[in-house]
């Protein structure tokens, strides 16, 4: 079955369900169970409301569907599903290779609440591909993938990093929120866990925080274990929202990408912008990487201005009618975001003399959107 028909099918069993199209939205803690043998030895996969119900199933059957791997767990936010995937797999004196590109919370786990626990990180250049052989020790456990990373868009050689990690019994975790479940399959790629921030495409509108966390047959026992440690569970309203995200995320995402590369290539051609960094974009230094692995490109990308001062960057940001400015994306709706590689990395260097703008191009129509930007282009140039 091909994934547009999966985006709308998986998970769902309208003829167990009184024929109605979508899953039920169970509020639950307590489930009853009808004899003192039941208690004793469960039959069904529904024992406690945490541990979830048939809402939580539908998507977690839904995600395995798509992304690949044995299982899947559901968790509040994009970063729980970061955390959890870590503490299941690393304890005290492990070490965990990290890579330099990865999405800023990610890292202030590492650097606080993991060093707190005794894991040691080393964060390493997303472009090492089999060089991290070389990182490698007695003591790691897991080398964590960001493929691209979310702000600076470097694609990594996850089938190079995979090969290496697995010679010495190492774990790869990715963090697949990019490309979604649709756009890169961690497991025909030598993945064990792969996170999304459900957040993002899966809920698809700017209303949720999820994540999910899948994992193959051989890693799963433990994401599974530590997310009922841990007491992980999200709430049925928002699993129902990311439910119904999901089922028109294949028809949303190929329009992102087909608006994005277009608004992409049309900055490539803007005076005012020095370079841009997107996998789909022959300019991209690893687009040859993103041919061979992805399956397409989300709508998130970001270019780099000439040099320009904070006021004038101003005069342009502050006006746009359009893009929004703010965190999070994979919502209906563009947005542009300022930020700076420079402060969050410390493995590779970020020298580009002018800002960054993340951009996530949404669902407008692009000439509109076009329209927007100019005009912001127009303000920034009347102040510089
Ligand atoms: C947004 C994001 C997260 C965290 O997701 P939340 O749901 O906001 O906690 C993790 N990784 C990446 C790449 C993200 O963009």
Redesign the pocket.
């Known amino acids: 079955m091909k994934d547009e028909t999966k985006a709308v099918h998986a998970g769902r069993d309208p003829h167990n369900n009184h024929g109605i199209v979508n899953p039920p939205v169970y509020h639950a803690s307590t489930i009853l169970y009808p004899t003192y043998e039941d208690l004793k030895h469960p039959k069904t996969r529904v024992q406690y409301g945490r541990r979830g119900t048939p809402t939580t199933f539908a998507l977690e059957d839904a995600v395995v569907a798509l992304e690949g791997g044995h299982g899947c767990k559901i968790v509040p ?3 729980s599903a ?1 955390t959890t995937a870590l503490l299941a797999l690393l304890g005290s004196g492990d070490h965990l290779l990290m890579t330099d590109n990865a ?1 800023g ?2 890292r202030t786990f590492c650097d606080t609440f993991l060093k707190r626990m005794g894991v040691e990180t080393t964060y390493y250049d997303p472009t090492i591909a089999g060089g991290i052989a070389d990182l490698i020790r007695d003591t790691t456990k897991v080398v964590f993938t ?1 493929s691209p990373g ?1 702000l600076t868009f470097e694609v990594q050689d996850i089938p190079a990093i995979a090969d290496a990690a697995h010679a010495r019994g190492v774990k790869v975790v990715l ?1 697949n ?2 490309a979604s479940p649709l756009f890169f399959k961690p497991y025909e790629h030598g993945v064990d866990v792969s996170i999304q ?1 459900a ?2 495409y899966i809920v698809g509108h700017a209303d949720t ?1 999820l ?1 999910t966390i899948t994992a193959n047959q051989e890693t799963f026992s433990a994401i599974h274990a530590a997310h009922g440690q841990l007491g992980q569970c999200a709430g049925p309203d928002d699993i129902y929202l990311a439910l119904r995200g999901l089922r028109t995320m294949d028809v949303r995402l190929k329009q992102h990408m087909q608006q994005g590369i277009d608004f992409a290539k049309w900055l490539e051609t803007r005076d005012e912008v020095d370079f841009v960094l997107h996998p789909a974009l022959p300019s991209h230094p690893q687009h040859d990487l993103w041919k061979r692995d992805f399956l397409g490109a989300s709508g998130l990308f970001s270019a780099v201005l000439k040099p320009v001062s904070d006021t004038a960057l101003s005069a342009m940001l502050d006006d746009l009618e359009l893009f929004g400015m703010g965190y ?1 994306w994979g919502g209906f709706e563009s947005l542009v975001v300022p930020s700076d590689p420079a402060k969050i990395r410390t493995a590779t260097g970020w020298d580009a003399p002018g800002p960054l703008l993340r951009f996530h191009v949404g669902l407008e129509a692009l000439d509109d959107l076009k329209e927007d930007l100019d005009k912001g282009f127009q303000r920034m140039k009347a102040v510089s």
């Open positions: 936010s994009g970063l970061v999405y919370p990610t960001e979310s963090d929120t990019w921030a957040t993002k925080l994540g999070s």
